[in-house]
């Protein structure tokens, strides 16, 4: 079966740097995504993960270690803009890539 | 490109009254799935599609069905609607791994 775990709410600061956690047990594995929803609003793809290791995309880092089933997602120089829910989605072959989501973090970003 | 669009945005329905959601995508996209997330919950994915003419179960399938009789197109039918399916619809495509998202219907029934 499948079970992704994430904090359920974050509080940061503007500016500050947030480190967002998930931890996962898929049956079959093919790579950790990340994805931004806003209230209301459909999820928007933030970043991929399929080999070990740091991937940098401006503001935005994820981290993967396939070995630990851990992921992380760095958030830098936050803006009120960054508050969101962000979901940690394992990817299983097969359709493509299923997807199977967390709960996600309900990041806050105040003043 | 529109990307993926999904109609109506917003519906009510009668319990035991059925329904079609549409999806449409302008990618080229062979995979497309259907997602439900309840209030506080995550995306659950209900079918997907690896091609035209190909439907494959999810993980909550019950009381839905789909076709995909084109590359574009992936229809969500519920048949007999009950409250339990008043939810978020979202419909995704995919070259194969990045998804993208329609901006969803929110289906209310009653």
């Known amino acids: 079966g499948q079970n992704i775990d994430q904090p359920t709410e974050m509080t940061a600061t503007e500016g500050a740097i947030v480190q967002i956690n998930c931890t996962y047990q898929t049956s079959g594995f093919n790579g950790l995504f990340w994805y931004q929803q806003h209230a209301g609003e459909a999820p928007t793809f933030l970043s991929y993960?399929?080999?070990?290791g740091l991937e940098e995309k401006g503001r935005f880092s994820s981290f993967l270690s396939r070995s630990k089933g851990y992921s992380y997602l760095l958030l830098k120089e936050l803006q009120m803009k960054d508050s969101a829910s962000y979901l940690c989605a394992p990817g299983t072959p097969g359709g493509g890539n299923k997807l199977t989501f967390g709960t996600g973090t309900q990041l806050k970003v105040e003043l | 490109n529109a990307g993926v669009t999904q109609t109506p945005k917003f519906r009510i329905l009668k319990i035991g009254q059925s329904m079609t959601l549409q999806c449409a995508q302008d990618m080229n996209h062979n995979y497309m799935y259907w997602y439900r997330q309840d209030p506080g919950m995550g995306l659950k994915l209900i079918y997907y599609s690896v091609g035209a003419g190909i439907t494959d179960k999810g993980e909550v399938p019950n009381g839905y069905n789909v076709s995909r009789s084109t590359t574009e197109d992936f229809p969500l039918r519920l048949e007999l609607a009950a409250p339990s399916q008043t939810s978020v619809y979202f419909c995704?495509?995919?070259?194969?791994?990045?998804?993208?998202f329609g901006p969803g219907t929110r289906l209310t029934v009653l």
């Open positions: 993960n399929v080999l070990d």
């Open positions: 995704a495509s995919s070259p194969s791994g990045e998804q993208f």
